[in-house]
């Protein structure tokens, strides 16, 4: 199925080298395409690299993952001018694209993290294979960037053979916080570290995670012992944890004032995995 895009590129900036988003169809399978925003960096020669953000999911259930409709404008306005076409998908069971909601980790105790993340990168491959399609994309250059359970989605996303992906940017990454709406009251935390150890272990890719001091969800200490499980396991991966933020640090990715923090680690990953050249301005 080819892409249905809705409306027309619109070359009114954003910012600095960002562009209107248009709105787009990710097919995924015969019946269910996955609803997306692309931001289109101004015309150039040559191909572009691609980032691919994806979503977490919000606390509050069923009723809130109807009402999600992700774009994260400040970071892909960020991606756009460094270059990069972005993508940015809507699984399966939020926002517009709806249906059953496939990454359940049902219930608390017994908890099923590393499925979970299995159904998210069945999307984010379906994104990526659309985005290797797109007009001016670098098929051989596709960065995947995730928040929250969206970072736990790049993490899955990275062991898998036929997702074709140089590198992976984890913001936040993980599952199961803030139980019952308290913040560092984790579900079933030992799993959590158990699961991502396990990716590590197929995952070949290399990768950066960015994680806050005031992490209600992922605190500094439960994400310390995640990645250092998933190198342990045999994945590569930095780790920078970044200064409080606001009154919750989970939310830097998706602030505009974030983009300040998060910028300088990205960028010195971008370069040093070749997506950037050395030297490129900010």
């Known amino acids: 199925m080819r892409a249905i895009f809705s409306c027309a590129l619109l070359f009114t900036a ?9 709105r787009a169809d990710i097919p995924f399978d015969g019946s ?3 609803k997306a925003w692309i931001f289109q960096p101004a015309k150039a020669p040559g191909l572009r690299p691609v980032a691919i953000i994806n979503h977490g999911s919000p606390p509050g259930g069923a ?19 460094w270059g990069f076409i972005v993508v940015v998908p809507t699984r399966r069971g939020y926002g517009e694209t709806g ?36 007009p001016d994309a670098d098929p051989a250059k596709i960065l995947l960037v995730g928040q929250s359970a969206g970072g736990w989605g790049v993490l899955a996303a990275a062991m898998q053979k036929d997702i074709d992906a140089v590198a992976i940017v984890n913001f936040a990454g993980g599952r199961g916080g803030m139980r019952n709406g308290v913040p560092n009251f984790n579900c079933s935390p030992d799993k959590l570290v158990k699961a991502v150890g396990d990716y590590g272990a197929e995952s070949k890719r290399p990768s950066l995670w960015i994680y ?32 409080a933020f ?13 983009v300040v923090q998060w910028r300088g680690p990205v960028e010195s990953f971008l370069i040093e995995q070749r997506f950037l050249p050395m030297g490129k301005d900010k």
């Open 14 to 22: 954003l910012s600095a080298g960002a562009v209107e988003p248009q």
């Open 212 to 243: 806050t001091e005031n992490d209600h969800y992922f605190a500094p200490e439960l994400s310390k012992r995640m990645v250092e499980n998933y190198k342990s396991k045999g994945g590569k991966a930095q780790f920078t944890l970044l200064p």
């Open 63 to 81: 009723p809130d993952r109807a009402k999600m409709n992700p774009k994260f404008t400040f970071a892909a306005e960020q991606f756009v001018q």
């Open 32 to 34: 269910t395409v996955l």
């Open 99 to 134: 249906g059953a909601w496939a990454e359940t980790t049902h219930t608390c105790d017994n908890a099923s993290f590393y499925e979970g993340g299995l159904e998210s990168a069945k999307d984010i491959g379906a994104a990526v294979k659309f985005a290797k399609s797109l």
């Open 246 to 258: 606001g009154r919750d640090g989970h939310s830097l990715f998706g602030a505009r004032d974030g």
